[in-house]
């Protein structure tokens, strides 16, 4: 389920994706609802291309660390390929 950014407060939440398509970031949330996963979602920058590098935007995606193993599987039984990784910088 979808939540505020309040509900990360005190604990240090995992990116577990980036949609650099709106389609993608809706197929997402649909995947981790249906899973039962609470994630945070919110827009920024990142950067893409691989000869003329831009900024762009994209649906960044976060966890809580005790939710990542049963996100990252809904995410690969969907085809999703989550981040390495670890804690959001």
Do not use: N
């Amino acid at each position: 389920m979808k939540k505020d950014a309040e509900w990360f407060e005190g604990r240090e939440p995992d990116l577990i994706y980036i949609a650099k398509r709106l389609s993608d970031a809706q197929r997402l949330e649909e995947v981790l609802d249906a899973s039962a996963v609470d994630y945070g979602v919110e827009p920024d920058e990142y950067q893409g291309g691989v000869i003329f590098r831009r900024t762009r935007v994209g649906a960044f995606f976060y966890i809580r660390p005790e939710d990542r193993e049963r996100a990252l599987a809904a995410m690969a039984e969907a085809g999703f390929r989550a981040l390495a990784g670890g804690p959001a910088r």
